[in-house]
């Protein structure tokens, strides 16, 4: 049974950093292309970031810059780092195993998806 468990959520203020983790089990993660999308209140889910199992990267341009996206395949755990918070940022993080690319852009959402962490950017 895949399970994906997101962690690093919380309430921040403008300009600060958190770290989302995403621990994953019951699956091959190393050949794995992972992803991180969000939600905000209202608003489709959309794509964050994404990492290959060949450890290409991919962000969607509000977030460049700012977000970093990396694997640790021996703790079968990908992580988000973000920096420079906004309160646009606002919205629930989720994270996606097995993401389909085309020309490193991603084109598909993965099969498997974790429960969320909440970011939440306010002063």
């Known amino acids: 049974q895949v399970q994906l468990v997101e962690s690093g959520g919380g309430l921040v203020q403008p300009g600060e950093s958190l770290r989302l983790s995403c621990a994953a089990s019951?699956?091959?993660?190393?050949?794995?292309?992972m992803g991180w999308f969000r939600q905000a209140p209202g608003k489709e889910r959309e794509i964050v970031a994404s990492?290959?199992?060949?450890?290409?990267?991919y962000y969607t341009d509000s977030v460049k810059g700012r977000f970093t996206i990396s694997r640790d395949n021996a703790k079968n755990t990908v992580y988000l780092q973000m920096n420079s918070l906004k309160p646009e940022d606002t919205a629930n993080y989720y994270c996606?195993?097995?993401?389909?690319?085309?020309?490193?852009?991603?084109?598909?959402?993965?099969?498997?998806w974790g429960q969320g962490t909440q970011v939440t950017v306010s002063s």
């Open positions: 996606n195993a097995g993401l389909t690319f085309t020309n490193s852009v991603p084109t598909s959402e993965g099969k498997y």
């Open positions: 019951g699956l091959s993660f190393s050949i794995y292309n």
């Open positions: 990492i290959s199992w060949s450890r290409r990267t």
